[in-house]
């Protein structure tokens, strides 16, 4: 199976905090280490507002994008 390399944008509403670039067979993979991602980074509460986690292909096409708080979990 050929292993493709992706990468995790994290970013706030204003700039790209850090990327990282993981290699996965399958899109599905990615995926579900960025939701991974971002469970951890809820479990070591850094907070921070409209924080995403992006997916992007070889390309760079955007092919996931997770929500660190989801509205219903974030603080007010």
Do not use: W
Not at 16 to 29: G, Q, Y
Not at 57 to 66: L, M
Request: aromatic content about 10%; some cysteine; glycine content about 2%.
């Amino acid at each position: 199976m050929l292993i493709k390399t992706f990468c995790l944008d994290v970013k706030d509403a204003v700039r790209t905090i850090n990327r990282f670039e993981v290699r996965f067979a399958l899109d599905a993979e990615a995926i579900q280490h960025s939701k991974e991602l971002a469970a951890t980074l809820r479990y070591r509460n850094f907070y921070q507002r409209s924080l995403i986690i992006e997916v992007l292909d070889q390309s760079g096409r955007k092919i996931h994008e997770e929500v660190v708080y989801p509205e219903d979990q974030q603080r007010t």
